[in-house]
């Protein structure tokens, strides 16, 4: 078993649900895509280059889906939170109800299209 599945099953409740719900949307929707374990947390790649990543946060009881390229995300910016990084942006989550497939795989798609864009928006 790959670490970063090992780590999803060793989550505690809702932190779980929540992980093995999302990696199936998108593992399902970007079979391409790859499940590493990086900065000790489970990170999706895409040809080599970070995609998006998840990431419990136990003491404040949520699931992040931060996306590596938000600068050059458009769609769903509403459902977007920065909270004051400068770069990346994620999806939160609460529990697994809040999961909304549409939003989600809309946001990965778009990123996937933009893949080949640089880390910063440049004009």
């Known amino acids: 078993m790959k670490p970063a599945e090992q780590y999803i099953l ?5 932190f779980k649900s929540i992980l093995l719900h999302l990696q199936i949307l ?3 929707s970007f079979p391409e895509v790859q499940l ?9 790649y895409l040809d080599g280059k970070p995609f998006c990543y998840l990431n419990p946060s136990k003491k404040k009881g949520f699931v992040d889906v931060g996306f590596w390229l938000s600068a050059q995300l458009e769609k769903h910016n509403e459902y977007l939170i920065s909270e004051g990084r400068k770069v990346i942006k994620s999806l939160r989550y609460y529990s697994i109800d809040e999961v909304d497939a549409e939003i989600l795989i809309t946001i990965l798609q778009e990123a996937f299209s933009k893949k080949e864009k640089g880390f ?3 004009s």
Do not use: A
């Not at 060793?10 to 809702?14: D, H, L, T």
């Not at 590493?36 to 999706?44: D, L």
């Open 10 to 14: 060793n989550q505690p409740e809702p």
């Open 26 to 28: 998108i593992e399902s």
């Open 36 to 44: 590493e374990y990086k900065w000790k947390i489970p990170f999706y």
């Open 120 to 122: 910063y928006k440049r």
